[in-house]
């Protein structure tokens, strides 16, 4: 089993950054495959972004493609998601997510996932 705590939200300006982290406990962290999801107000919860148990492989919505990137230190026990050139249509609460068996493909379905954190604001002010 495995916690995750998220961090690093807050209020910035369209066109900022920032920069998410999500610490997880386990000495085992390197064999979970790791997404970020976020849910907007009103919204349903969305796939934003994933990353193979290595990080060799990554994996972006098309509304974050480009500007957003996902990347994981297993020593640290940590995924991060830098978001670039945010847009108020970012706006959400941000949640990371892991599963220990991965299923070619089925990164972008929350039903995926066995673990969650308690997610993090992110306000993008226009």
């Known amino acids: 089993q495995v916690q995750l705590v998220e961090s690093g939200g807050g209020l910035v300006q369209a066109g900022g950054s920032l920069r998410l982290s999500c610490a997880a406990s386990?000495?085992?962290?390197?064999?979970?495959?790791m997404g970020w999801f976020r849910q907007a107000p009103g919204k349903e919860r969305e796939f934003v972004a994933a990353?193979?148990?290595?990080?060799?492989?990554?994996y972006y919505s098309d509304s974050v493609k480009g500007r957003f990137t996902i990347s994981r230190d297993n020593a640290k026990n940590t995924v991060f998601l830098q978001m670039n050139s945010l847009k108020p249509e970012d706006t959400a609460v941000y949640y990371c997510?892991?599963?220990?068996?991965?299923?070619?493909?089925?990164?972008?379905?929350?039903?995926?996932?066995?673990?969650w954190g308690q997610g993090t604001q992110v306000t993008v002010s226009s």
């Open positions: 997510a892991a599963v220990p068996t991965y299923y070619s493909g089925s990164y972008y379905r929350e039903g995926t996932y066995n673990y």
């Open positions: 386990g000495r085992t962290f390197s064999s979970y495959f």
């Open positions: 990353i193979s148990r290595s990080g060799d492989s990554t």
